[in-house]
């Protein structure tokens, strides 16, 4: 009896956990801010928007630098653009814990940081080295660092395994491409910068179009671009060839706003927003919705999500997104499902018994589906979809269940 009420007990215990389990998002401030020594930096992370790239991304690692080490790089005065560029040089696309910091496979590792992942790193720049050294120590250099390793491991400041790992190094790491000089906002080509960070398509497709100065127009007095990746671009190219020369035209707008617009807002600002194809009874407007990390762009006839960002500093923000942008005053409409009709007074008559046994007709092909075909072109069979991304602090339903019936079993043995 005692072995059963143990059992029984850890059943409950064990469905309670499962019960009350998330999967939350980690918060690279929330975690540093508990932390003192690493105020400076958390501040850096945050003012460079850097924060949100780290906490939309999962097997991570933070290599932070305490206060005292980070007076160096405040030593250099370097623009906020730049200063990004060398704290995401600091960020590891890749989980190091302590543990596995000291069983490097070999004695030592290459990882890639988001430094590299933004395109602005040239050959090997945006790695770094990791090597386990003689006397149980660990160092990092970069990977064309010619010296000797500059910083080394200090410690483990918090582990997520195998989400986020944030530790202490002793240093800044040294890089001068991460460091040069880099433009703001209002000095860039916005093509150019679309070009080299996955929207190529869209920005060859706004060149060509008038659209292209009224965004450039816009950029002094802020602006926010929502630019649709290569593939869902190329994707899109047939229904934007179907439009007329007016309607491609409010298609490029439509993913402008004419005010700056930080990923910090979108997050906290929810609702409807007026594009740069707005124009009076036109709306051509979006609404914004957050969920967690992630902030979707809903129209009438699509929902897209914000997967990347390109620059978020005044008075300029651009995002990625995984999906192209269809505005109702261009696209028909999904179509609102009709209510299964009430069944036959006769359903129980025998013809009716021997027909309820028959396979119900096939449905009608999604090629003849209007949702995201030119209000005034032809339909086809690529109709977007909007999906339900499965982010950071949903509810588990699947451990709920597994969780209720193993409480409804420990119970039974208590009886």
Known sequence: MKLLSSAAAAAVGFSLALLLCTTEAHNITRILAKHPQFSTFNHYLTTTHLAY???????????????????????????????????????????????KLHQITNGTALAATIFQATGSASGSSGFVNITNVKGGKVVFSPADYDGPPPAKFIKSVEEIPYNISVIQISTILPSAEAEAPTPGPSQMNLTSLMSAHGCKVFAETLLASPAEKTFEDNVDGGLTIFCPGDDAMKNFLPKFKNLTADGKQSLLEYHGVPIYQSISSLKSNNGVMNTLATDGAKKYDFTVQNDGEDVTLKTKVVTAKITGTLVDEQPLAIFSLDKVLLPKELFK?????????????????????????????????????????PADGPSDDSADSTTDDNGAGRYNAGASLTAVFSIWFAFKLLM
């Open 333 to 373: 409409a999904a179509p609102t499902p009709a209510p299964a009709p009430a069944p036959d007074a006769d359903a129980e008559s025998p013809k009716h018994s021997k027909d309820k046994h028959k396979s119900p007709p096939a449905p009608e092909s999604s090629a003849d589906s209007p949702a995201d075909s």
């Open 53 to 99: 790239e780290i906490n939309r991304r999962q097997t991570i690692t933070v290599c932070a630098v305490d206060n005292a080490g980070m007076s160096d790089l405040l030593s250099k005065h370097l623009s906020i653009y730049a200063m990004k560029n060398v704290l995401s040089f600091h960020v590891l696309l890749d989980y190091f814990g302590a543990k």
